[in-house]
């Protein structure tokens, strides 16, 4: 998992960079969040934020353990499913550069993190 911390660190960091940048002629995902759902902003702050949290733990003090990976799967999945990630994907082409962004952060944390899940860092 030695590489993969910093993986999963890069995809949470997309993730939480893609909730503020503008939409294209609408305001950013956290600003509309802010002013409808506190609840649902929230969710997804915490859907990337606690896969950047935990690898930036991993980094600081190695060796990553195996909850780094499934606390990291668990914050992904949660974005995954916010996101509605099974119809969002398929028109990727058609959503503002925010929602690609986030779209890459989720299905690659997915994947990164359930590689770290299968294979933790050794003990040193």
Do not use: C, Y
């Not at 993969?4 to 503008?22: N, Q, R």
């Not at 986030?102 to 770290?116: E, K, L, P, Q, R």
Request: proline residues 7%; positive net charge.
């Amino acid at each position: 998992m030695k590489n993969l911390k910093v993986l999963i660190l890069v995809f949470g960091v997309i993730g939480l960079i893609s909730l503020f940048l503008p939409m294209s002629p609408l305001p950013s995902m956290f600003s509309m969040l802010m002013e409808i759902d506190k609840f649902q902003l929230v969710l997804m702050l915490a859907a990337f934020g606690i896969p950047t949290a935990v690898a930036a733990m991993g980094l600081a003090k190695p060796p990553a353990q195996a909850w780094h990976g499934i606390a990291a799967l668990a914050g992904f999945a949660l974005g995954a499913v916010k996101t509605r990630i099974w119809e969002t994907a398929p028109h990727v082409m058609d959503v503002p550069l925010s929602m690609k962004l986030m779209i890459v952060a989720v299905i690659g944390g997915v994947v990164v993190s359930i590689m770290g899940v299968i294979k933790p860092e050794a003990k040193a």
